[in-house]
């Protein structure tokens, strides 16, 4: 599929697989959110791109960018349509930063978002205020029901990795897991708070 357009959001690219109270997160690069055309029709659409090609190109609102990609075949397990693209062909903008929440600016490493740790985020608060944020993450999670019975579901999550004090987070619900034989194991907000509990409330 031949895609090009105009860079909106770059975000990491992480998948999160959930075993009841359990959860295990895979760093797989980063999603550009792209305003173009893709296979000949004119929308915003989402692409994969692997730690290496994002280090290669370092991508940023404002670049024009195009190539070749496959489409997304287990399309539960990932929040972008497209990935494995080829032929790359990148033109820089004028680079925009923003040190106030929507923070924009390059995205920092997968290590660095694995050390801040995240914080939930509410779903409405992301569609409506984060999607441009280098801090702001949609991720694919795969549930495992039962791991004696293997059986899954799907669904997306949103999440935080920014500073602590900005003004435009909203928690919303705790997350609810389904396990085995119906039980239902909820996330409390204890497990936000210890997983960024090592930064000050600026960082």
């Known amino acids: 599929m031949n895609w090009n357009g105009r ?15 359990e959860r295990t997160h895979s760093y ?15 929308r915003e659409f989402l692409v ?5 090609v994002y280090e290669k ?22 929040t972008a349509e ?12 004028e680079e925009v930063v923003l040190d106030v929440p929507p923070y924009i600016g390059v995205p920092p490493s997968l290590e660095t978002y694995r050390e801040r740790g995240h914080r939930r985020l509410d779903s409405k608060t992301y569609s ?17 029901i039962d791991k004696w019975n293997p059986s899954y579901r799907y669904r997306r999550e949103t999440f935080c990795y ?18 085995r034989k119906g039980m239902i194991h909820v996330e409390e907000d204890w497990v936000d708070e210890d997983a960024i509990s090592h930064r000050g409330p600026d960082e």
Not at 48 to 52: F, M, P, Q, W
Not at 57 to 78: A, D, L, T
Not at 167 to 175: A, D, M, S
């Open 7 to 21: 860079v909106l959001a770059v975000q990491p690219r992480i998948r999160l697989v959930r075993s009841f109270d």
């Open 82 to 93: 497209i990935y494995k693209v080829k032929g790359f062909r990148v033109r820089r903008g």
């Open 128 to 144: 409506n205020k984060c999607t441009t944020c280098i801090w702001g993450c949609e991720m694919a999670v795969e549930i495992i």
């Open 28 to 42: 797989l690069g980063y999603v550009l959110r792209v305003s173009g055309v893709l296979d000949g029709q004119e």
């Open 57 to 78: 190109y370092w991508f940023r609102i404002g670049n024009e960018v195009s190539g070749e990609g496959e489409p997304v075949i287990e399309s539960k397990k990932e």
């Open 162 to 179: 920014g500073p602590k004090n900005c003004r435009l987070y909203k928690g919303g619900p705790t997350r609810k897991v389904p396990g």
């Open 48 to 52: 994969g791109v692997g730690r290496a």
